[in-house]
């Protein structure tokens, strides 16, 4: 009910901890449940991508058990249609420690707007090119960096592109994002993606990321911050998020 970043879930249901080409970190946090659809959609991933590959996913953020803003992290992740995938693989079973306290591997030099190519493997692309040409997903975010790096594989089919999205961080995870389901109309979709590869939108975000920040000098008049309008939740969760707590 609502939009990815305002609002709840009602029916979730859990992912488990562990299943066929996956496993689930960080679960002391409990963010590892989703709308139906989004544990659907894991675990036909998770098979999909262990067939080829060998190698587990490391399923981190989805939604809380009714969704909701998190106590820390995300704006999104509200409405149980996001989820968390690590780039990083996992050959074997995680111990509890490694489960709980895993090392992200960062592929992204922002400065240098450089991606670090030795541990960028085919397996990177192809876990991103099955998660985007399912038709559930709606976007994916990923580094610019790691959008530029795709782009300039010159793929002879890129159609699957449009869906990868440049977003600041995003430097060691995909973030998968599923369309609204059809037959939910409390469920708030997100505008449609401009048609294309995305790959000329590249030159805005090296810039942003790399141009050197000029410092300014601090002015004596302190000026009152604007208050940001709080978002108002849908009536729904008021009363589902109230009866939580």
């Known amino acids: 009910m609502g939009s990815y970043a305002n609002g709840c879930l009602a029916g979730a249901k859990a992912l488990p901890l562990s299943g066929e080409g996956f496993q689930v970190i960080r679960t002391a946090r409990n963010r590892y449940y989703g709308h139906p659809q989004l544990i659907a959609f894991i675990t036909d991933l998770a098979q999909s991508f262990q067939q080829s590959q060998q190698s587990d996913l490391l399923i981190a953020d989805m939604s809380m058990p ?20 690590w780039l990083q693989l996992a050959d074997k079973t995680l111990t509890e420690t490694q489960r709980e306290s895993p090392e992200p591997l960062d592929l992204v ?23 985007a040409e399912d ?89 009152p911050a604007k208050p940001k309008k709080p978002k108002v939740k849908p009536k729904q969760c008021k009363r589902l998020l109230t009866a939580e707590s």
């Open 135 to 223: 038709e559930r997903v709606a976007r994916i975010f990923v580094s610019p960096v790691i959008k530029l790096h795709l782009c300039d594989m010159k793929l002879a089919d890129d159609t699957w592109l449009t869906k990868v999205r440049p977003w600041w961080g995003h430097t060691y995870h995909m973030h998968v994002r599923l369309h609204c389901p059809a037959d939910d109309d409390s469920c708030i979709d997100q505008a449609p993606i401009t048609k294309g590869n995305g790959c000329q939108e590249l030159n805005w975000w090296r810039q942003q990321m790399t141009q050197t920040k000029t410092k300014t000098k601090p002015s004596n008049k302190k000026l």
């Open 109 to 131: 030099d922002q400065k240098t707007f450089s991606l670090d190519s030795p541990h960028w493997q085919p397996q990177q692309t192809q876990m991103l090119q099955l998660a």
């Open 66 to 85: 009714r969704g909701g803003n998190f106590s820390h992290g995300h704006s999104s992740h509200q409405i149980g249609l996001d989820v968390d995938i």
